[in-house]
């Protein structure tokens, strides 16, 4: 069995860096302790080892399709849910009195790393009916959560989200599914959704659809959009199952993610599809960002987990492929010598170094999302706002990093291997399809970074911006204590002024009533806060490492808290200079960009 993932790294982040264990001191954990989510987690990589991995290449073989109506897909996603179902990893983070584990979120991300890295066809299937079950226990009445929620826990039904439409794409405010109010409290639901991720399958009994609805009515724009729970099929007095006009109308075959099935749907072609509100009227949107909120972070991990498995298979790739000679010191190559293994070549080792520091810096990010999850819902009452704010602010670059980085990881993971990374004989080639919609997911790279910048890094007076300057100023003290990591902490502390610097040039514009010169490079600087951000989470992981090395205490050998140390210093070299260029191009007077002022740029004669 190859290696797709680190649990040493994993759980390094998780007990070292995160001191994870400290959320069994909260009430809603009180039930667990380290030794219990030590066993959480390599029970899902033994599982991930026998039943996921091993299916990874053949699910991509053997994509989902649609024929004569129906969704086909392959068979293990029928075990997976079944076992999900099951083992509760579905109800994983709902309160113990609905069937779910009161599982920390921080655990739940690092279950899903670990399956997402063995084979990221599958886990959305179990993580979208988590998440749909989820917006009807936080919005629905008690009558729709008892009718769906415990047979979406057990795996026997599924669940969805469903946002586009064909004429909208990202711009939910035209969403135009239509929803008519009905004597007995019902709506009747009419319209198209596309992209729906695991829209429609033979392995459960029923698909419960989560659907914005514009009801008849209800104001323009964003303002007028409701959530409905929409089944493929409606429950009668008896319990028995009945069509509700639910059609699937066909497929997206995809560059990537093959398995994975991505579904057009139709509501109401014969007028007789059946909806019903999920919370407030015309309060939709806001509902479910519950979900997306969510499913961003998910995507994020994604992105990391499977750049984390390309990584390695280039690893062993470069461990076992001999070819060339080492250069001597003179300059030359001695014929005479036995090829060298390619892990030797400096340039090999630099994208390998490249790959590493992407992929876990990314998971370090993930992981302090997540945890600031838990502490905003459920750590000291008096401090949530603050993890509230951060995760706010991190959710976009936590999705977008990862995502964006992991298509330049992967693809010098293909570099690597050389001309059999562009052969289907090994995998880089699949994981580079697979994570190439990671930047589309849940929100576009455009879309996240004009979160980021016109929301995110604005929003309470820039409260989130000075919370993250404050953690960013805590990892610097604690590096300063080491004298040879002194020269980072300085690093990174210009590195932070520099983007402060930026972020004040940028709001000048939008003072002054210039809202489409401010957000105008929202993805550069999208870019530059990221870079910035990962190169503190390194600092963070140099700075854990240091202390073990030096105390003794630690869990692991000293030649893995070495390692971290040398791709901070590999970071710090290679990719945090970035920020300089960022900085160059934000602060311009150039734009190019706004069609004012660049409409000669583009032509046809």
Not at 114 to 140: E, H, K, R, W
């Amino acid at each position: 069995m190859a290696d797709y993932m680190s649990m040493p790294m994993l759980k390094f982040v998780l007990n070292e860096v995160l001191e994870v264990e400290k959320l069994c001191a909260l009430p809603r954990f009180k039930d667990y302790d380290k030794s219990s989510f030590d066993i959480l987690l390599d029970s899902t990589k033994s599982y991930a080892d026998k039943v996921m991995y091993p299916v990874f290449r053949e699910m991509d073989e053997d994509p989902a399709r649609y024929e004569d109506g129906k969704i086909y897909v392959h068979p293990v996603v029928g075990k997976v849910l079944k076992d999900a179902g099951e083992n509760g990893l579905i109800g994983a983070l709902f309160d113990y009195d609905i069937g779910g584990m009161q599982l920390p979120h921080t655990i739940h991300s690092a279950i899903s790393h670990i399956n997402q890295c063995a084979n990221n066809n599958l886990p959305g299937y179990a993580g979208l009916t988590g998440g749909a079950a989820g917006l009807l226990v936080s919005f629905a009445n008690q009558q729709l959560i008892d009718t769906y929620v415990p047979n979406m826990l057990k795996g026997l039904w599924g669940g969805t989200m469903c946002l586009t439409e064909p004429q909208a794409g990202s711009s939910l405010s035209d969403v135009a599914t239509a929803g008519t109010p009905n004597e007995d409290g019902s709506y009747n639901i009419v319209g198209q959704k596309i992209f729906i991720s695991g829209g429609d399958h033979e392995y459960v009994d029923n698909m419960i659809h989560l659907v914005l609805v514009r009801i008849d009515g209800a104001p323009q724009g964003t303002k007028g959009i409701s959530l409905m729970v929409v089944p493929k099929k409606r429950i009668k007095d008896d319990g028995t199952l009945e069509p509700n006009d639910v059609i699937t109308a066909g497929d997206f075959q995809k560059v990537g993610q093959r398995g994975y099935c991505t579904t057009h749907l139709s509501f109401g072609e014969n007028n007789n599809c059946k909806g019903w509100l999920v919370g407030e009227e015309n309060r939709g949107l806001a509902n479910m960002f519950q979900m997306m909120n969510g499913a961003r972070i998910d995507v994020g991990l994604t992105g990391a987990s499977t750049a984390t498995a390309a990584y390695y298979a280039s690893l062993q790739y470069a461990k076992e492929r001999p070819q060339g000679r080492r250069i001597s010191n003179s300059g030359k190559k001695n014929v005479d010598d036995g090829q060298t293994l390619i892990i030797n070549h400096p340039d090999v080792r630099r994208m390998l170094m490249l790959q590493k520091s992407i992929v876990e810096g990314s998971l370090a990010l993930l992981m302090e999302a997540s945890m600031y999850h838990d502490l905003s819902q459920y750590g000291d009452e008096s401090e949530r706002s603050y993890y509230h704010d951060l995760l706010e602010l991190l959710t976009p670059i936590a999705k977008t990093y990862p995502s964006e980085m992991g298509i330049t990881s992967i693809s010098n993971g293909l570099q690597v291997l050389g001309g059999y990374g562009f052969c289907s004989e090994f995998p880089l080639q699949q994981y580079y399809r697979d994570i190439r919609i990671t930047p589309l997911y849940e929100g576009t790279t455009g879309i996240q970074s004009l979160d980021l910048l016109g929301r995110k890094v604005v929003m309470n007076n820039g409260e989130a911006m000075r919370s993250l300057t404050k953690e960013m100023i805590t990892t610097i003290k604690a590096a300063s204590n080491y004298e040879d990591l002194q020269v980072y902490a300085e690093q990174l502390k210009t590195a932070s002024k520099q983007l402060q610097a930026v972020l004040q040039h940028l709001i000048q514009f939008a003072m002054s009533g210039e809202h489409e010169r401010f957000i105008a490079d929202a993805s550069i600087f999208m870019e530059m806060m990221s870079t910035v951000v990962i190169a503190w989470q390194w600092l963070k992981l140099a700075t854990v490492a240091k202390t073990a090395l030096i105390n003794g205490n630690g869990s692991f050998s000293n030649e893995f808290y070495t390692e971290q140390i040398n791709t901070m210093r590999f970071y710090y070299k290679y990719e945090l200079p970035k920020v300089l260029s960022c900085k160059a191009t934000l602060m311009s007077n150039d734009s190019l960009t706004i069609v004012e002022e660049s409409e000669a740029v583009f032509s046809f004669g």
